[in-house]
């Protein structure tokens, strides 16, 4: 059972257009979204986070758009640069659900932006 | 300041071969720790998580263990490797009542 699912496996993107990266969750007791970038062979790094209290967080060039009757969230980065390519992991979590704090990932997204 | 240090970067173990990856966290004290397991082309599996010392819960059934001798260490285990334990495992930390993970560099295990 997928709970959060990023249906897009990859994404290319030209230099200086924007990238829109999505996910979507099932379950209603996710209170928490973070997006993760990942380079291969290394650990996610943290890249933004939004509470199920707002729909909007946004931090330089990117923003996270949580709609929370959709059960939908996007991450939007504008401009895109080549650096910006890694794969991007969604994550989940809520306090009520899973006590502990444990994420729950999407598969992942790898974005390729060309010069 | 936190962080996270785990090995080896890499490992070539042939099947039925123990296994044994260790993570520890300095500058913090009870955190929580996970171990996630990214196989080739999948995304992240969360196989285990801590909230204290000798306190494991698994999250898939598998041929891997974990344990938790002292408050900053966390162990990944295996008494005989599989072919498909092949993957990317990382070590994660988190503070209690805090979103968000840091992950370790992570580990490449290669059973051949």
Request: net charge positive; glycine share 8%.
């Amino acid at each position: 059972d997928q709970q959060v699912k990023q249906n897009s496996p990859s994404l290319s993107v030209q230099e200086g257009r924007i990238s829109i990266l999505n996910c979507d969750y099932t379950n209603s007791m996710f209170d928490y979204f973070l997006w993760y970038k990942k380079y291969p062979a290394e650990g996610p790094t943290f890249l933004i986070s939004i509470s199920s209290i707002k729909d909007k967080n946004e931090d330089g060039r990117f923003t996270v758009f949580l709609n929370k009757s959709a059960k939908h969230l996007s991450l939007h980065i504008v401009p895109s640069q080549p650096g910006d390519s890694a794969v991007y992991f969604c994550a989940a979590s809520g306090w009520i659900y899973n006590q502990g704090g444990k994420l729950i990932f999407g598969q992942g997204t790898e974005l390729s932006v060309k010069p | 300041s936190q962080t996270i240090h785990q090995w080896p970067a890499t490992l070539v173990q042939p099947v039925g071969s123990p296994l044994s990856l260790e993570c520890t966290v300095e500058g913090t004290s009870n955190p929580n720790l996970y171990w996630y397991r990214q196989a080739a082309g999948r995304g992240l599996q969360l196989l285990f998580y801590s909230v204290g010392i000798g306190q494991i819960s698994s999250e898939v059934p598998q041929n891997l263990s974990a344990s938790r001798p002292q408050d900053r260490q966390f162990i990944l285990s295996s008494k005989k490797l599989l072919l498909s334990d092949s993957g990317f495992y990382l070590c994660a930390w988190s503070r209690k009542g805090i979103h968000g993970y840091t992950f370790g560099s992570g580990t490449r295990l290669t059973v051949v």
